[in-house]
């Protein structure tokens, strides 16, 4: 059989992918909501899961997050190229190959926390699964080469091959707490079963539309200019997000 694992690599560098882990389905914690592999492609057998670095000066940059969505938007183009190409590697070999969204579109629920999206596989539970990183403090998939400063994605394959699953310290994240301190919104405890408090964050992320109350919503609706050239920007350019503290000011892997 052909060495899968070092033709897979070989791809995902190509298409600039910093890091490549590989694990086999069986062994990927369920997420919540639960939606296991198997569901989005029977027989899956394998997970390759690519990571993109992003720039650490684009997340640093005093003016803000606008670069960074930038530079994120580029790395989900880094992973989904990089996905496609590995899936039609190995769909020539005569294996199928599926690549869950690495960002929207998602699915909403309804929670009696409120609303909660959630994609349809864990690309965290995944990069854990297969030795890219371990869960930190700050609910992201840290890393010891770039810290939580990554994008993730996963390519679920019925192909079967021999891989490496690197050993990581289980000490990476060290608890020194600065995700929670630096959250504008005090939406992360890592004491709680769910460390993210998700309306929390996404209610101050995904502003300048949301805001923190209902009130304070409308008034941003209301100032007409605003809504319509933020509306335009948004759409045209996919421009949706305006925090990143908690991957900005973790120390692990920081240069
Ligand atoms: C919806 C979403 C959001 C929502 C909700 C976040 C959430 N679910 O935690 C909002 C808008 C709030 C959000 C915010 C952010 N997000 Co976001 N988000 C996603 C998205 C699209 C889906 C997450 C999801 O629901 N997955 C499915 C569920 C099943 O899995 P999960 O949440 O990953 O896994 C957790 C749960 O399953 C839980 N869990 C496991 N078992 C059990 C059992 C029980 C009983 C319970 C209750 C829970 C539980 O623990 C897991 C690990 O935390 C993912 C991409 C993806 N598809 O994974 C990006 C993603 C998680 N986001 C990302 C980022 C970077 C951010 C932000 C920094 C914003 C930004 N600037 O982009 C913040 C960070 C918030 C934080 N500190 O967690 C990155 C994280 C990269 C990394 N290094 O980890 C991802 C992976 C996108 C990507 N492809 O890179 N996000």
Redesign the pocket.
Known sequence: MANFAEAIREIAVLHDIDLVGFARVDDI?????P?PAEDLLPGAKTVVVFAAALLQGSLDCPRG?KG?IKD?QVA?DR?QNAAAAVGRYLERNNYLSYF?????P?DAYKQKEGD??????????AAIAAGV?V?GW?????TPEYG?R????SLLTTAEFDFEIRELPPDLCTGCGR?VEACPVK??DPHR????D?PK??NH??RPFLDHTMWQTLKNVLKVDFFFFTALQMLLEGYY?S??E??RVCPVGKK
């Open positions: 914690q369920w997420g919540y909501p939606r997050t960074a994120s989900y992973i869950p969204p690495a960002s929207m998602t909660r999206f959630a994609g349809e596989f864990s690309h965290r539970q990183g869960k700050n609910n992201l998939l840290v939580p990554v994008r993730i994605g995700c939406a992360l079963e769910l460390y993210l998700q964050c996404k992320y995904i997000f925090c990143a908690c991957q």
